[in-house]
């Protein structure tokens, strides 16, 4: 046997030629071997292109896009930040600059949040301190470059994090007037679950010739996450919402409402009988935002109440129930908040409660999902099927979902 056949080949990150503080900053983060996406994400990225990276939260997208710029990074004393991440919510950029605080080469290496809520001149000061990456809400990025607070002149990596659900909350101006303010020499990475034609015409305005990497597999849920549903009828939903703890134990457990005002009242239900409760919506505070989020991490909030709004983008890994006391109106939204169970492979389980007027509701989730829940049994509350006429039915039976994980990675350059 030749002495060449014994030398191993690089495995891990090692494979992605990555420079050794950065490798060391992975080793630190108990990160040993790269998700697809950032299998498939960084690679490209440190050759200097612009790629588009097709891939939802819970794939480890983040440092996908972080890790090509800590590669990069040097110490140099350039004046304003070296790089900018424009992300659509608070909670997703307190997220992001934690990921990149954790994950960074080195302490002259700071991320700073900048997000509306939190007082400006507490971002001075962080801003001050040196930010060699800035990660915002557009809202408040614009805000500090009017003010003349941050300057983008030094910013040659960009990265546009959640980009469909930023053009959503209607963020394209600012976006695009953000981008205006950084240098054409750069780089631009995006970042989106899906790629409809907004996005597109985002991409095709401020990217050049990019790489699209798509991991996204079409309106998939993880195939980890044990999906039911009951049917319940709307004054009984506390009940069974009670009788579902009780049974399931959950170790930490995400309940979606559709309304602020709903979660609000469910909360003040809840609380009555469990300890370690708390309620999530947009019209709390940042503060006291933060602090539940903090408290929901830690683990010291068990149960926690929340909308839509601020659901998307939480990521703690100990969630192991989320149950949909309301269903969601918009398919897509189902997709967004089972994800929040079930994070990098982990086991999941995600219950819907239906009323028999939603029998309509909830065959439109299948048809997205292109899954049929199984129904779920809780002696007192009839899991019947809430009947639907023939022509509403879904038109042929669903496929079982692809996983997330193990999926090809289709790649296609220069189609965009
Ligand atoms: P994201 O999709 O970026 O929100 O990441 C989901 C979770 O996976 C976060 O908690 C990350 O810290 C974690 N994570 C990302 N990449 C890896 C990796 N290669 N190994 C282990 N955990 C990871």
Not at 239 to 246: D, N
Not at 400 to 407: C, L
Request: aromatic letters at 6%.
């Amino acid at each position: 046997m030749s002495t060449a056949m014994l030398v191993e080949s690089p495995s891990g990150f090692h494979a992605l030629s990555l420079f050794s503080p950065v490798l060391a900053a992975l080793d630190r983060a108990r990160y040993f071997e790269p998700t697809p996406i950032q299998a498939a994400f960084v690679p490209e990225a440190l050759q200097g292109r612009d790629v588009i990276g097709q891939a939802q939260t819970g794939t480890g997208k983040t440092a996908a896009f972080l890790l090509p710029f800590f590669n990069s990074w040097r110490d140099n004393n350039l004046p304003g930040p070296q790089a900018l991440v424009l992300a659509p919510t608070r909670e997703l950029v307190v997220q992001v600059a934690e990921e990149a605080n954790k994950l960074s080469p080195s302490r002259h290496c700071r991320a700073v949040p900048i997000y509306g809520g939190q007082r400006i001149r507490k971002q001075l000061l962080e801003l001050k301190r040196g930010a060699a990456l800035v990660v915002g809400t557009p809202g408040r990025i614009l805000d500090h470059l009017s003010r003349g607070t941050l300057a983008f002149n030094n910013a040659r990596y960009v990265v546009l994090d959640e980009a469909d659900r930023m053009l959503d909350i209607g963020f394209r101006p600012d976006i695009e007037r953000i981008l205006r303010r950084c240098p054409r020499e750069r780089q631009t990475l995006l970042l989106s679950a899906t790629v409809p034609p907004p996005v597109l015409r985002l991409v095709h305005r401020y990217m050049v010739d990019p790489v699209h990497i798509n991991m996204a597999p079409e309106h998939a849920t993880v195939e980890t996450i044990r999906q039911s549903y009951i049917t319940v009828d709307e004054d009984r939903k506390v009940e069974l919402l009670l009788r579902v703890i009780e049974r399931e134990k959950p170790r930490q457990c995400l309940i979606f409402c559709e309304r602020k005002r709903w979660a609000e009242d469910l909360y003040r239900d809840l609380r009555q009988h469990v300890h370690r409760a708390a309620v999530m919506h947009g019209d709390l505070d940042q503060g006291l935002r933060n602090r539940i989020m903090q408290g929901f991490r830690d683990g010291k909030i068990v149960y926690l109440v929340a909308t839509d709004v601020v659901g998307r983008g939480i990521d703690v890994r100990s969630i192991s129930h989320v149950i949909n006391y309301d269903l969601p109106e918009d398919p897509e939204n189902y997709v967004h908040r089972i994800g929040r169970t079930g994070r990098l492979g982990a086991d999941g389980v995600a219950v819907a409660f239906v009323t028999p007027e939603q029998g309509k509701q909830l065959t439109a989730i299948e048809a997205f999902i292109n899954l049929q829940l199984g129904v779920d049994g809780i002696e007192g509350f009839e899991a019947s099927r809430p009947r639907l006429p023939r022509s509403e039915q879904p038109a042929e039976a669903p496929k079982p979902v692809t996983p997330i994980f193990g999926r090809r990675v289709k790649r296609y350059s220069n189609r965009l």
